[in-house]
């Protein structure tokens, strides 16, 4: 066969997009085999289709860049396969050789597209789900709808804010900050550091105040809202007038009950209360990490050491102090470490944080008449251990870029500037996740919490960076109080910085913030 | 690293950066999964960089590597059978002939494909984009259709594109 009729070039259209959507059967493939054996004409086709698809492939990522930015999340873009070839070229142009993890680990880097991950799967107890099940531990992207059909799921949003839905429940997870109840039951944990996390449905739009509440959605549009502890505002939706509506506010132990026709006392409240108040056992998994930390209790001498589970700890030399001024000061927890001026110190980063750094966490206390000339990077580490990405932090100085005094990070492919106000002379906790990406071939995300709460931030994109110009000297090790090498450094007091080779959780973070430790399996359990 | 030997990487980076969609395009016709041809791609990468020393500079470097990326899916085939690669082996060369014989025009059919995506209305654009980007489902639920019918519309837009491809290509040669 060399011609092909009109029927067989509609069937070989078919079958190549069959295969291309990894839905052909055997019988396809087989079918699809013989006309390329046959035809010169069908080959052409089928490797024009192939060359077409590779094309689509590398204009989808390009195009995703395109969209707007939402306000709190910037996307991290994998260091693909797609690029992995030009990555180990780069590699060898920088002198090192191809270690096994490079080219087969997601490789942080930060670009401007759409956020990928808004909430990831917790806890779970005996769950059955409509179509495919997510694993613990699965993250969620935003307009992800979960379909429990029977049993308990723990859903984590990026805020912080906890769901526990109980089959049957469809759930549509909006954003960190939103959900849409579309039927059952929820009952909704929200720490301080997520207030206004929103739970909304037909009938109404509960904006949570701190607090623990439960809603149940009806298939025919009502809903119910029960305040175990805090207080949530509500405001009924879908009503003649609704613009009428007033927000009210329901306390704890109150209920209410919306619907079309308006909002109701909730029949046999008490029972139902009771039955909400119980607590969900549902399954945690404890994930292992691997960590290094230094906590800066010294208190005296010249060397900050640090404590980690893996490795030998990297010792910060902290150079000579002299008489008038010491590198010691009080911390958030016990000792920090003062920086005035004097040049940045690094640490050498070794062992499996060293390989890829996935959270970062430390407490930072900046004068709150902070020179704005003297503004530079207090920190600034590669975030794996071959010189391809890398990330600096410091406070914002540049009114244009955003707020004065925010948290101010930049990576090789742009600059993003947060909203809370760091230069106050009070201690801020700050942490910094370099998330995985949710879907194999999706992109993975930066986010950034400071004081335990997702923080908003702008993205300033700018130029990208190249190889060339990160600092020499940050390969493989991390730089405290200014540029790496420079003879100047920062002014502020660091206290306790963990580096740590997984992403921390929103409950991680928060239980690190309050507690100065790490979260131990039986303290998830017990949450 | 001496002065040629960093010339010499140089040189690589350039070459990889220049060609590797064309040797991605020419492992993805072989092994139509896309993980998998990344997968082969990677590899194919590492004996690039192994063999490099044995590339002549000014010889067309993209024939070169896909040679080498043909014997990286020859020896996946003898690795994973037919779970990576799914022709057998005379498909498999006649396919790898017909793209070396189709190559030269794959930069002019990359560059028009751009344009013919322009032509697109946003729906069908955002399916085909979410379908590359995130997979089916997503790109099904993003633009409001079921599964089955987005099927049916990547079949009928790839259809599209490949004619619009061809016909831009047919219209600059007689222009």
Redesign the interface.
């Known amino acids: 066969m060399n011609e092909m009729t009109d029927n067989e070039r509609v069937e070989l ?2 079958l ?2 069959s ?5 052909a059967s055997a019988t396809e ?1 087989s079918r699809l ?1 013989n006309m ?2 046959r035809s ?1 004409e069908a ?19 390009e ?2 860049s395109e969209r707007p930015e939402p306000a709190n999340v910037i996307r991290v873009a994998t260091w ?7 990555a ?3 590699a ?2 920088f ?1 090192i050789w ?1 270690a096994r993890f490079f ?1 087969g680990q997601n490789q942080p880097m930060v670009s401007e597209e759409l956020p990928d991950s808004v909430a990831h799967l917790s806890g779970s107890k005996d769950c059955k789900w409509l179509g495919a099940a997510p694993a613990a531990g699965d993250e969620f ?1 935003s ?1 992800r ?1 979960l379909e429990l059909v029977s049993g308990f799921a723990e859903v984590t949003f990026d805020s912080g804010a906890q769901i526990t839905i109980t089959g049957p429940a469809t759930l549509d997870l909006r954003s960190a900050w939103e959900a849409e109840l579309q039927r059952g039951t929820l009952k909704a944990s929200v720490p301080p550091e997520a207030i206004g996390f929103r739970v909304v449905n037909a009938a109404v739009e509960v904006v949570d105040l701190g607090t623990e509440f439960s809603m149940t959605a009806e298939e025919g549009g009502a809903a119910e809202v029960f305040v175990l502890k805090g207080a949530v505002e509500v405001q009924p939706r879908n009503q003649a007038g609704a613009g009428a509506q007033p927000r009210s506010v329901l306390r704890e132990k109150q209920a209410r009950r919306f619907a079309k026709a308006g909002s109701t006392d909730v029949r046999d409240g008490d029972g139902k209360f009771q039955r909400f108040a119980a607590k969900i056992a549902v399954e945690r998994m404890a994930h292992p990490l691997n960590y290094v930390r230094w906590s800066f209790d010294e208190g005296a001498g010249d060397i900050a050491g640090a404590a980690t589970n893996t490795s030998n700890g990297s010792e910060i030399h902290l150079g000579n102090s002299d008489a008038q001024k010491s590198h010691w000061t009080r911390g958030r927890w016990g000792g920090a470490l003062q920086m005035d001026g004097q040049p940045a110190v690094q640490a050498k980063l070794s062992g499996e944080v060293g390989r890829g750094v996935r959270s970062i966490a430390c407490w930072v206390k900046l004068p709150a008449e902070a020179q704005v000339s003297g503004a530079q990077s207090f920190l600034s580490l590669p975030l794996n251990r071959l010189p391809q990405t890398w990330t600096e932090f410091s406070w914002n100085s540049l009114p244009g870029d955003g707020v004065l005094g925010a948290l101010r990070m930049q990576t090789r492919q742009g600059t993003v500037v947060g909203t809370t106000q760091l230069r106050d002379a009070k201690w801020h906790h700050l942490a910094a996740i370099f998330a995985q990406p949710a ?4 992109k993975a995300h930066t986010k950034l919490y400071v004081d335990g709460r997702l923080e908003n931030f702008s993205v300033k994109p700018g130029t990208r960076r190249s190889l060339a110009e990160m600092p020499a000297s940050l390969d493989g090790a991390l730089w405290l109080g200014g540029q790496p090498g420079g003879s100047i450094g920062a002014t502020l007091a660091v206290d306790e910085l963990l580096l740590v080779d997984r992403q921390l959780s929103p409950p991680e973070i928060r239980h690190l913030m309050q507690t100065n430790q790490l979260i131990s399996a039986e303290v998830l359990a017990a949450n | 690293m001496s002065e040629q030997s960093a010339d010499r990487t140089k040189e690589l980076v350039l070459l990889m950066t220049q060609h590797q969609r064309r040797i991605f395009s020419y492992i993805y016709t072989l092994v139509p999964d896309r993980h998998s041809a990344e997968d082969i791609l990677q590899e194919t990468s590492l004996v690039i960089c192994e063999k490099f020393s044995d590339f002549r500079t000014g010889t067309d470097f993209a024939a070169w590597a896909c040679q080498i990326a043909w014997w990286q899916v020859r020896a996946a085939r003898t690795k994973f059978a037919r779970s990576k690669v799914i022709f057998d082996e005379k498909v498999l060369e006649a396919v790898a002939a017909t793209a070396s014989e189709l190559a030269p025009e794959q930069s002019a059919r990359h560059e028009a494909l751009s344009r013919c995506l322009q032509k697109l209305n946003p729906r069908d654009r955002e399916l085909l984009m979410t379908r590359y980007e995130s997979g089916v489902e997503e790109a099904a639920q993003r633009t409001g259709r079921s599964l089955v019918a987005a099927y049916k519309a990547l079949t009928r837009l790839r259809k599209l594109l490949h004619d619009c491809v061809t016909n831009a290509l047919i219209s600059e040669a007689t222009a």
Do not use: H
């Not at chain 1, 052409?44 to 989808?60: G, H, K, N, P």
């Not at chain 1, 879907?439 to 999706?442: A, D, I, P, S, T």
């Open positions: 259209n078919e190549i997009s295969l291309l959507d990894g839905r493939v085999e390329l054996a010169d080959r052409r086709f089928y490797v024009r289709s192939m060359e077409l698809s590779a094309s689509l492939c590398e204009y989808s990522g195009m995703q693909s396969r797609w690029t992995a070839p030009l180990a070229a780069a060898v142009l002198g191809i080219l992207v307009g709808r879907k194999k071939g999706n």
